[in-house]
């Protein structure tokens, strides 16, 4: 089967909060109220952001992201 991938340049903020749902789940391993408390405040961030503030700020991990896409490929 084949991973699924998200293009941050169609879809900015679902990529952001995948990401950023990433990082919480691997820090906050074993510290599930910590972990589900912040991943609900991830996901409202995610969806309220408008997607050219994304791309604006987080532009560097786009790029790195997409570029390990292409390699990948």
């Known amino acids: 089967m084949m991973a699924r991938y998200l293009d941050p340049r ?4 679902k990529w952001l909060g995948a990401t950023l749902k ?3 789940n691997e820090t906050f391993e074993g510290n ?4 589900d408390a ?3 405040a991830v996901q ?3 969806v309220g952001v408008k997607p050219g503030f ?3 700020i ?3 991990w786009i790029d790195q992201y ?3 896409l292409s390699k990948s490929n």
């Open 66 to 68: 997409c570029e390990m």
């Open 54 to 56: 994304i791309e604006e």
């Open 44 to 46: 409202h961030i995610c």
């Open 32 to 35: 599930e109220k910590a972990k």
């Open 22 to 24: 990433g990082f919480v």
């Open 58 to 60: 987080f532009s560097e």
């Open 10 to 13: 169609e879809q900015p903020n």
């Open 38 to 40: 912040l991943l609900i």
